[in-house]
């Protein structure tokens, strides 16, 4: 499985983006999909995760009410919508899946959100 991301860029505060995350290969292996993101000198955390049969959603408490993950199975594509995007969110998003029965990880190359104030 590989994993392509889109629709990163530069935002003023209060603005909105839309990230998209291509898969390619064998997309039937996975089991969950998810948002990571990664700020200059911190850890990588966890956004959003939606699993690929029931989709539910489990969201990271600072983007709760203005995050959304969705994802289109047909189209092998997931999204997340970002609005009232503030400077604490600037870092590297990266799409993340979970794939075969051992749930290995793989990962995109990330894409840059910059949120000015």
């Known amino acids: 499985v590989q994993l392509v991301e889109s629709g990163g860029g530069l935002v003023q505060a209060g603005g909105s983006l839309r990230l998209s995350c291509a898969a390619d290969?064998?997309?039937?292996?996975?089991?969950?999909m998810g948002w990571y993101r990664q700020a200059p000198g911190k850890q990588r955390e966890l956004v959003a995760t939606?699993?690929?049969?029931?989709?539910?959603?489990n969201y990271a408490d600072s983007v709760k009410g203005r995050f959304t993950i969705s994802r289109d199975n047909a189209k092998n594509t997931m999204l997340l919508q970002m609005n009232s995007l503030n400077p604490e969110d600037t870092a590297v998003y990266y799409c993340?899946?979970?794939?075969?029965?051992?749930?290995?990880?793989?990962w995109g190359q990330g894409t840059l959100v910059t949120v000015s104030s």
């Open positions: 939606i699993t690929i049969g029931g989709g539910r959603t």
């Open positions: 290969g064998s997309t039937f292996s996975i089991n969950a």
């Open positions: 993340n899946a979970r794939v075969g029965v051992r749930n290995l990880e793989v």
